[in-house]
């Protein structure tokens, strides 16, 4: 009689400072991921891109590396605290892996979907109407449309 093994599943979670990331984490904690399973659970944050500032004129600005330096430091400070509280929310997860990207959000959750192997990516939804995601654009819908497994978009309901 064979043995069973559990397949791992590595799980990445898109995690940004909004409501609808982090519910969508709670979902998959609370639904997808179960305790003493052998899933990991990635928690992805990606900084923007650096502003580039223009003049009317098509001059660009650039900012003294005092300027820049600052600027970096509190982009890491606010993806760590992005990802610390993530963190609290998988408290019963063994298996945690947290990453900082950089650059457009829909270009680095899919790179790293195929670089991390994901079995399933999980997004929230900011529930965007149609005008406002024609002129942002939508991550999910982007991602959706892109990786090469499965994406669970997961809205907050508003009463949450």
């Known amino acids: 009689m064979a043995e ?3 397949k791992e599943r590595r799980i990445l979670v898109a995690v940004d400072e909004g409501e ?9 904690v609370n639904n997808l991921v179960f305790e003493n399973s052998k899933d990991t659970l990635i928690l992805l944050y990606v ?7 223009s003049a009317f004129d098509g001059t660009s600005y650039l900012f ?8 970096d430091k509190y982009s890491q400070q606010v993806a760590e605290s992005v990802l610390e509280k993530a963190k609290r929310l ?32 999980v997004m929230g939804s900011h529930g965007y109407g149609p ?10 819908n982007h991602c959706a449309q892109n990786v090469k ?3 669970l978009i997961v809205k907050k309901p508003k009463d949450a």
């Open 4 to 6: 069973t093994s559990e």
């Open 20 to 28: 609808e990331s982090m519910y969508a984490l709670s979902w998959c």
């Open 47 to 53: 900084k923007p891109p650096r502003a580039v500032y």
């Open 64 to 71: 003294s590396s005092d300027i820049t330096a600052t600027m």
């Open 90 to 121: 998988c408290n019963n997860i063994q298996n945690v892996e947290t990453k900082i990207g950089n650059g457009d959000a829909r270009d680095v959750i899919c790179e790293m979907v195929q670089k991390l192997n994901a079995d399933i990516l």
């Open 131 to 140: 005008i406002k995601r024609a002129f942002l654009g939508s991550v999910s």
């Open 149 to 151: 497994c499965p994406v």
